[in-house]
């Protein structure tokens, strides 16, 4: 029903260049019309493909990570993060860039591996790399978290 109602996709304002619509007009096949939310590209070069990026929940981080993992990630919330010291700040976005360069290395890995372009590091290759996307995810945005506090202490 859904899919019939998407060909007839019709922008409510003009299509001018900076002015593109937050929302568009769906008819539906019962007559009735509905608004629908767009992922608008924030940034085409980002690292989400040009898209919102979805907020990964606590529970989901919590069964990817490791329990010193999720030490560090617990504290890059609030109110554990205004609890921090400049100076065990700074460690906080050492340890953080660091977990996000590994999980992000090795989903690079993990990628050339499962389209058999790298040779596997194991005796299996790697058949996908959702979660080591998600982790490096993860902990960028903790990066973000914990330098966004390091910046407005100093």
Known sequence: MLAGAIRNVKPDAPMEEGNAPRFRLVSCPVGSAVRLPLLIPSDPLSRTGGTSPVAISKKRARTLCTQRE???????????LGRITP???RQKVQRARTLRDKYRDLARQQAGEA?????ARSTRPAQSNQNTKLKAE???EALERFQSRLAQDE
């Open 138 to 140: 993860i902990f960028d």
């Open 115 to 119: 389209r058999g372009k790298r040779a």
């Open 87 to 89: 100076g065990r700040l």
């Open 70 to 80: 999720w030490e560090l990630l617990s504290q890059s919330w609030n109110p554990e």
